[in-house]
């Protein structure tokens, strides 16, 4: 151990170094004991279709009920397991879970709907991610069409090469790929061009202010862009009618937001997905 000298900023430096690393190892400890002992979980919401209203998919959203410190925020712990290299080993748990819920939902409804499931940028440019999407959906017996991964624009920002190649394979497999919060980062619109996407996810950030004329202006453009690249759109956030309302209006497709349901456990998604079968079932 250095010879400190009190007073100085190089001892301040390294306590905050100390707390750091011990917090990180701490982390570290509590996810992989948390991961080891299944407390990670998937709740389930509702996307439907902007002008029927009818269900069209779920996003599977991690949950963790942390024994003695209760919910943790998906931001903290998603974070925390990037920073601990232990986000393949969650994020492998969570698409298996994913998996065996759509498998399930198809035994018990007979029909389903897609599942979106979010992709970390860090699982999204492992060379072998494509084969572990592969090998989820082969040990459930999933038809790839009914996964969905919402990747991040970071990740397509950092590296684009790697980024397209990866979503051309997965896209190669049958699985859908939409792009997450679209119109709070850096990505450019030659960038969507190039990355061959299914779906873009516009922010809640772009969908809260609605409908103030320049939101619905900014949600209608990249509406139009959307459909130039004969990309779906799916509005975050809707909490508000009048929100729904001018986001329809301006072309989003899609609607996911308080306003229909929030993240449910899978057996209140179970509900929804009865409900849509029933529904499906008086029309055809
Ligand atoms: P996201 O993928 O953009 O998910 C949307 C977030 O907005 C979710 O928060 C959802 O519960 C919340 N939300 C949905 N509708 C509304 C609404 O009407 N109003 C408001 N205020 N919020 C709404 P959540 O579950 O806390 O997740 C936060 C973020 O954590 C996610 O953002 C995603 O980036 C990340 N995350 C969650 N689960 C996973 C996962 O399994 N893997 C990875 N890599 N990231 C995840
Ligand atoms: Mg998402
Ligand atoms: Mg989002
Ligand atoms: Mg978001």
């Not at 449910?264 to 849509?276: M, N």
Request: charged share 15%; aromatic share 6%; hydrophobic share 45%.
């Amino acid at each position: 151990v250095a010879k400190r000298t009190p007073g100085t900023s190089y001892t301040l430096a390294e306590k905050e170094f100390e707390r750091g690393s011990s917090n990180m190892l701490e982390q570290e400890q509590a996810l992989r004991a948390g991961i080891e002992r299944g407390e990670f979980h998937l709740a389930y919401q509702p996307k439907v279709d902007a002008h029927t209203g009818a269900l069209t998919s779920f996003e599977a959203l991690a949950r963790w009920n942390r024994p003695g410190f209760g919910a943790v925020s998906p931001l903290e712990f998603i974070a925390a397991a990037e920073r601990t290299g232990l986000i393949a080993a969650l994020g492998s748990t969570l698409l298996w879970q994913a998996c065996a819920q759509i498998a399930q939902w198809h035994a018990t409804y007979g029909s389903c709907v897609p599942v979106a499931v979010n992709v970390s940028p860090l699982q999204l440019l492992d060379p072998r991610f494509p084969q572990l999407v592969e090998q989820a959906l082969e040990d459930h017996g999933v038809a790839p069409q009914w996964l969905t991964l919402e990747i991040t624009e970071s990740s397509a920002v950092q590296n684009l090469d790697q980024t397209v190649a990866q979503v051309a394979q997965l896209r190669a497999l049958g699985v859908h790929v939409a792009m997450d919060d679209f119109g709070t980062g850096f990505s450019s619109l030659n960038m969507l061009r190039t990355l061959r996407l299914h779906t873009i996810k516009i922010d809640r950030g772009l969908i809260d202010p609605l409908p103030a004329p320049e939101s619905i202006a900014v949600v209608r453009a990249i509406c139009q862009l959307a459909q130039a690249l004969h990309l779906h759109v799916v509005a975050e956030g809707v909490e508000t009618t009048a929100q729904a309302e001018a986001a329809r209006d301006a072309g989003c497709g899609e609607l996911q937001g308080y306003l229909y349901a929030k993240p449910l456990s899978p057996h209140d998604a179970g509900q929804w997905l009865a409900q849509h079968t029933e529904h499906h079932t008086v029309i055809t």
